[in-house]
């Protein structure tokens, strides 16, 4: 095995290895095209064949990955997808990034991390990397993949080579992507967590890429990056609902404290949040924990807070329309922006779509416009409270649709709407975002959060 693991990071120093990546969502496909551009030969696995089919004809679904990038890559063949887990048998590395959501009772659903290392298992190469990416609990590569991986008689360390390298993608972000980002590895062994390191450090400096003892500090360090900021959002949106109450401008209090050049941070309150990590990660680990007979009430109270904002928000329009002798029922409620966050097509765990189903379930006639996501589905998931519709359609926006609304909700701060326009033709504004705070006055047609 020795000889095997010396092979492939040679491979990897000359240029000559091929790495197959499972999972072309929006973490599989921005790294697949990182290995691509810095000339490794990628192979592609999705399920999803409408996917397949499309980055094969170079075009992209990702926001992330702008299309001019990606067709060339698949003009010269450097990047190619399928659907067929037989193209993983020559690769030299295999990384797993598919998706980790929960269940209706926020149990982990770890059921696409086994199907692709069911499907992955017969194909996978002698002195093979294989990488798990997917955001899970600790303890997930050991005792779910490596069994799996092991199940026909194959050994970790004299076979194939086994690490967790969790993904740090941030949709939207302009800053840092698969080449700046400092990658975190953690292997089942010295030689499996030095492969891994090699294998990144085609992306990375030597200097970004930082070694942990083990796969489960690896799983762990991702869960606590998310958990971080899930904690410190449930606080300011904690603050959010007492500042209400106290007539105190929450959106100035956060803009005071973050004058404090040391020891504080700025989080902002909002409808929610949304992605597919910071509403899904807490629970993963209080789910865990609880094997240790742990209770991570800290945890999870952070969690119940942040779920309870599209319905907080979802009041604050019924409160601003009660004010106005206008009931909930039946008024005509618009809501700006279905994606979980600013400037990206992404409404998974979406704040915003889960107050569309709470405001239509209250008997609200609800509309949506959102410029990079044209339909969402309220019905993908069972819920509490029935929605009377399953999708809505983003609707054009213009004048006549802002005069036809009893309330315009600001719950997604996308740079492309023109806000002073916003103001101008809205009879009434709840800014969910604390984006109207950059304008003038707004004569008392403004509530925010």
């Not at 064949?49 to 890559?73: C, Q």
């Not at 941030?170 to 700046?180: I, L």
């Amino acid at each position: 095995m020795n000889e095997a693991r010396v092979d492939l990071q040679e491979k990897i120093r000359q240029g000559r290895v091929t790495v197959a990546i499972i999972g072309l969502g929006y973490v599989g496909l921005p790294l697949a095209v990182g290995f691509a551009r810095a000339g490794v030969r990628v192979r592609g696995i999705d399920v999803n064949l409408d996917r397949v089919a499309r980055i094969n004809a170079g075009v992209s679904h990702i926001p992330d990955v702008p299309t001019e990038v990606l067709a060339p890559l698949v003009a010269a063949g450097t990047l190619r997808a399928d659907t067929e887990f037989q193209q993983c048998a020559g690769a030299d590395a295999a990384v797993i990034c598919v998706p980790t959501p929960f269940n209706r009772m926020k149990a982990p659903d770890l059921s696409y991390i086994e199907a692709a290392s069911r499907s992955l298992a017969p194909h996978v190469a002698p002195g093979a990397l294989v990488v798990l990416q997917s955001t899970t609990y600790p303890g997930t590569t050991e005792e779910l993949v490596r069994p799996i991986l092991e199940a026909t008689g194959r050994q970790v360390g004299r076979d194939y080579l086994l690490a967790f390298s969790p993904e740090r993608i941030d949709p939207g972000n302009q800053h840092f992507s698969a080449h700046n980002t400092p990658k975190v590895v953690g292997g089942v062994d010295e030689a499996s967590r030095e492969a891994a390191a090699a294998l990144f450090g085609i992306l990375v400096s030597p200097e970004q890429i930082h070694r942990v003892s083990s796969p489960r500090v690896a799983e762990m360090c991702k869960l606590l990056e998310n958990i971080f900021r899930s904690v410190n959002i449930a606080l300011v949106n904690e603050l959010a609902k007492l500042c209400d109450r106290m007539h105190i401008d929450i959106w100035e209090v956060v803009d005071a404290a973050a004058t404090k050049p040391f020891g504080f941070m700025p989080f902002y309150p909002g409808p929610g949040v949304g992605g597919h990590c910071i509403p899904v990660d807490p629970y993963y680990l209080s789910w865990k924990a609880r094997e240790f007979d742990f209770y991570t009430k800290f945890i999870e109270l952070a969690a119940e807070v942040n779920s309870s904002m599209p319905f907080y928000t979802a009041n604050k329009i019924a409160d601003a329309l009660n004010r106005q002798a206008k009931p909930l029922r039946g008024a005509k409620i618009l809501i700006l922006g279905a994606a979980f966050k600013r400037d990206i097509d992404d409404p998974r765990n979406s704040p915003a779509v889960e107050l569309m189903r709470i405001l239509l379930s209250r008997g609200a006639e609800v509309g949506y416009h959102d410029p990079f996501v044209s339909e969402v589905h309220l019905d993908e998931e069972p819920r509490p409270f029935v929605s009377p519709v399953s999708r809505l359609r983003s609707m054009p926006l213009g004048e006549g649709l802002l005069a036809a609304q009893d309330c315009v909700c600001l719950a997604v701060a996308h740079s492309a709407f023109d806000v002073p326009w916003l103001l101008k033709h809205s009879r009434l504004i709840l800014d969910a975002t604390g984006v109207t705070r950059r304008f003038p006055a707004d004569g008392g047609t403004v509530i925010r959060l």
